[in-house]
């Protein structure tokens, strides 16, 4: 195995995650690294043998407007958005933050988190999942 990943957003195969609470029924992501087991997608998922216990996925995800991926808990792991366009709100164990373009928001193994658009023009984000350390 290689001692180094590189990918660019031009490998990311992007992807419709079904979510209802979207207007069209979907939003997009396209994974730069590992795989998210858990979502049920449309089409295709990468699956990238890269991934490790430790970091589980990196992904670029577009809301559009009005749309959201609600509040849920998070064990086992800590995952972090940082936005890149668009405005919203983040919740964070209950506490509701507005977003714009290079705000961060990180849940802790045990805490709950969404986020929604409610801005006029579509809200991507970078989402990071890892693992816990020494776990």
């Known amino acids: 195995m290689d001692k180094f990943v590189f990918r660019s957003i031009d490998d990311a195969p ?24 858990q979502q049920k997608c449309i ?18 995800t577009t809301l559009p407007v009005g749309g959201m991926v609600g509040e849920h808990p998070h064990n086992g792991n800590e995952q972090f958005y940082l936005v890149l366009e668009g405005e919203g709100e983040v919740t964070l164990c209950g506490h509701k933050f507005p977003v714009k373009p290079w705000c961060l928001a990180l849940i802790r ?14 809200l991507t984000y970078v989402c990071v999942e890892t693992g816990l350390a020494g776990k």
């Open 14 to 37: 992007g992807y419709k995650v079904v979510n209802e609470n979207c207007p069209e029924g979907y939003f997009i992501n396209s994974t730069l690294f590992g795989d998210e087991p």
């Open 43 to 60: 089409g295709e998922r990468p699956v990238n043998p890269e991934a490790n216990p430790n970091f589980h996925y990196v992904h670029r």
């Open 109 to 122: 193994d045990g805490g709950s988190h969404g986020i929604r658009n409610t801005g006029n023009t579509p």
